[in-house]
């Protein structure tokens, strides 16, 4: 009952340092080259949490991925106002190739025409994001529906101060308007009502009067029925804390919410916080966190605003022609498909060898590849074996934080790829890592194109019996 990321989608995000102001703004002339190297690689420090770095160590020997690419990118952006793609940071992995790429953009005067995000007019009808929008379509459809619902189950040993967890709770529901945020439709359409901030009560559940061999499988199956409790969008709450007690010093601490408030990223965040807000509450110290200049529905509104015209059409215009002619992965069921989606499923769970890992982590540098790309890959080849289509396309949940002031939110920026791959040509596997490598590249400098619009837009043939465009995800967690 753990909610899961992509390609490091669920990583802890780092509190962004407020740094220096941005460079092309405080020098009447563009920055030096050795002074551009020195600020990417301080971000490249920052990012990567490495301390010496050289001009000409590679991105993928670090253990670079797509979401620490994003963070690289949103930093450059910030530092330097230019607009530096993730597919032009990965076309040369070096300290010292990116410095080149921004000393280039900046004489070329390709400097960034991405507004910043600022803060919404409250006294309007606040939209949903994009993503919201479809998880409210979804829970609209299927109100019971579990399957979006983010849930983390804590087991905590020792002391347990429960007025000092209270005091961290309500703290980080107060720093948090998306935590207190609600859907009710307007006029048929629904909209973001944020409550003030307000007491939030924890149900404790004492089971220590069971048997000692009862309280655990107990406690899971009070959190598993937690777990798929439905949740009404219109009156909330939408953020659910139970504390299951077994002994004195042992506790479950269930921690659930809907999609629609949330995601893998966002746990990381509250998990971050929530341990900062009660170490000080149980010590009796001041609030340590810096007060968000943001919230979530401001980049809800500011996404609405900008995701729109020449952006909206030439983002489109990418993913008209990359999925032109998409046909249904044709996989060979064991029994009749139903004619709704019901979402059941199970679980398979194997470990890779260590060295088996190694080796996986060598090949992926060697290809300037992520380890997502390669296993991308090797699932791609088992499609193709099970269904005989050399056109192959998976979906791809992504963090989709590429501006440096939402990394700090909570709240549903998730969004899905759609990779498609040619195996046309019976390609070896390097040949094949390099067109996914390419149609990943693709995907992520388009990555800002939400998933529902653009479903609507191509109006693909639809079925309640299978998602559209995709019928498989693939997550590196």
Request: net charge negative; hydrophobic share 45%; aromatic share 6%.
């Amino acid at each position: 009952m753990v909610s899961s990321g992509s390609d490091g989608v669920n990583r802890q995000a780092q509190q962004p340092a407020s740094g220096p102001a941005t460079l092309v703004e405080t020098a009447s002339v563009d920055p030096p080259r050795p002074a551009v190297e020195q600020a990417v690689t301080k971000i490249w420090q920052e990012v990567l949490e490495e301390t010496a770095l050289s001009a000409d160590v590679g991105f993928f020997d670090l253990g670079g991925d797509s979401i620490t690419a994003t963070e690289i990118v949103a930093r450059v952006r910030e530092t330097f106002a230019v607009e530096l793609s993730l597919k032009e940071l990965l076309a040369e992995p070096t300290i010292a190739g990116m410095a080149d790429r921004i000393v280039a953009a900046l004489q070329a005067r390709r400097l960034s025409q991405l507004p910043p995000v600022t803060q919404a007019d409250r006294s309007r009808p606040l939209p949903l994001s994009y993503a919201q929008e479809r998880m409210w379509f979804l829970h609209a459809l299927a109100p019971g529906n579990s399957a979006y619902h983010i849930v983390t189950l804590v087991r905590l040993r020792g002391p347990f101060d429960l007025a000092a967890a209270q005091t961290s709770l309500e703290a980080l529901l107060r720093r948090h308007e998306s935590l207190r945020t609600t859907f009710p439709a307007v006029d048929g359409r629904p909209v973001q009502v944020i409550a003030p901030p307000a007491p939030f009560p924890m149900p404790v559940v004492d089971l220590q009067p069971l048997p000692a061999a009862e309280r655990l499988p107990r406690a899971i199956a009070l959190a598993q029925a937690e777990t798929e409790r439905p949740y009404d969008l219109e009156r909330g709450p939408l953020l659910r804390v139970s504390l299951y007690r077994l002994e004195v010093q042992e506790h479950l601490l269930l921690l659930a919410m809907h999609h629609i408030i949330s995601d893998a990223w966002s746990l990381g965040v509250l998990a971050r916080e929530v341990m900062a807000l009660y170490t000080a509450a149980r010590e009796g110290l001041s609030q340590p966190l810096p007060e968000p200049t943001l919230q979530y529905v401001d980049f809800a509104v500011w996404q609405r605003a900008w995701l729109q015209g020449p952006v909206l059409e030439q983002s489109l215009a990418h993913w008209r022609q990359k999925l032109a002619g998409l046909a249904v992965l044709d996989l060979p069921p064991d029994r009749p498909r139903p004619a709704v989606q019901t979402y059941d499923g199970a679980v398979c769970a194997a470990e890779l060898e260590p060295a088996l890992l190694a080796d996986l982590r060598q090949l992926s540098q060697q290809a300037e590849a992520t380890l997502s790309m390669t296993l991308l890959a090797a699932f791609q080849v088992l499609l193709h074996h099970y269904t005989g289509q050399t056109d192959i396309a998976v979906g791809l949940p992504i963090a989709n934080r590429q501006w440096l002031a939402v990394e700090p939110m909570i709240g549903a920026f998730v969004n899905t790829l759609v990779l498609r791959t040619d195996l046309s040509g019976n390609p070896t596997f390097r040949e094949l890592l390099a067109r996914v490598r390419q149609a990943s590249l693709d995907a992520y400098a388009h990555q800002d194109m939400p998933f529902a619009r653009l479903v609507a837009e191509l109006k693909p043939d639809r079925s309640l019996s299978h998602p559209p465009l995709v019928q498989v995800m693939f997550n590196l967690v």
